[in-house]
């Protein structure tokens, strides 16, 4: 099972529709040609290699909250 964990884009390369977010502390190449609009700061959900959708910062706030929290727990 995979999941999808916000990430926030820090740079994009508009040539080849890609751009590193950081994925919990690490810097990982994503495709962003699935979202138009990608902008530098948006965070987006990650899954196979593809940013495959956009959200806010509070939801992926929430998100990270969640995960952390159940982290903990284990």
Known sequence: ???G???KIVTIDEIHKTGQVDHLGT???VNLALLDEA???DWVIVHAGF???KLNYQ???ETLDL???IAAHE
Do not use: N, Q, Y
């Open 27 to 29: 810097r990982i190449l």
């Open 1 to 3: 099972m995979c999941l």
């Open 51 to 53: 940013a495959i959708s």
């Open 67 to 69: 995960l952390r929290e």
């Open 39 to 41: 902008r530098v700061g």
């Open 5 to 7: 964990i916000p990430s």
């Open 59 to 61: 939801e992926a706030r």
